[in-house]
């Protein structure tokens, strides 16, 4: 029991610092990238904060894939909104005492698990069904794919079917704030869902997921339609200027 606990315990350790280290150097990297030219998808703002009114949208609506797919957008969104309130109500193993606004989403965070589950399986299908994404999709693709879906059948099955002590679970991970290891429960459903949290948060800095903050780098959204106002310079072409 010792060793398991101590296994998993090294493991978050490990995985949080892979998913931070990692997704800082990938944010740096993206920061320090130079966007020589102005390619902003039209129609496109004209002013700063019509960038950020287009990013708003495109973060909580998915715009852009809305006007490209309609299918894709509402197993995305499905997906991306249902992950999203699991999230929220996954913040009450972390914090205590729980704030009040996360004690109102624990019921709707039981339906994000459901939401995301059924936008995974949306997409993952179409991999198969559509001939253009079959054609396009990598074994990486499936793999990631299943992976964000075990996490959701797997989080389901203990919510409705073998339950869990939330307690210990809770007790376990405050522990690794202090460096205090506490017993983990040995309930195999959950050992292998922390083990697929773990290896997603392992794999998230290395993988496509990365689009979730590569979208905000992304010259063809960040950018101001203004090539007529202002001359744009990348940071080295001015240099070079000089």
């Known amino acids: 029991m010792a060793l398991l606990t101590n296994f998993y315990a090294f493991l978050f350790y490990f995985a949080a610092f892979v998913l931070v280290a990692g997704l800082t150097r990938k944010i740096i990297q993206y920061a320090v990238t130079p966007a020589p030219l102005k390619i902003p998808t039209t129609p496109a703002p004209t002013t700063r904060w019509g960038v950020v009114l287009r990013m708003v949208r495109e973060v909580v609506l998915f715009e852009s894939l809305f006007r490209g797919n309609k299918w894709t957008w509402i197993f995305g969104w499905t997906f991306h909104f249902g992950l999203f309130l699991v999230t929220l109500r996954h913040l009450r193993y972390f914090i205590e005492p ?25 997409l993952w299908s179409r991999r198969f069904l559509v001939d253009r994404l079959r054609y396009i999709s990598a074994p990486s ?22 339950h869990v002590d939330v307690v210990e679970i809770k007790t376990f991970f405050q522990g690794l704030y202090r460096y205090d290891i506490q017993p983990l429960p040995a309930d195999p459903l959950l050992l292998l869902h922390l083990l697929l949290v773990a290896l997603l948060m392992i794999i998230f800095p290395f993988s496509k997921l990365l689009h979730a903050p590569g979208l905000f780098f992304s010259p063809t959204r960040n950018q101001v339609d203004n090539p007529r106002e202002q001359r744009h310079l990348a940071p080295w072409a001015k240099r070079l200027e000089h």
Do not use: E, N, S
């Open 98 to 122: 729980v704030p009040f606004p996360i004690q109102l989403i624990q019921p709707f965070g039981i339906y994000g698990g459901i939401a995301m589950v059924i936008g995974l399986a949306g």
């Open 141 to 162: 693709d499936h793999l990631m794919l299943a992976l964000l879906l075990g996490i959701g059948c797997t989080g389901l099955l203990m919510k409705f079917a073998f």
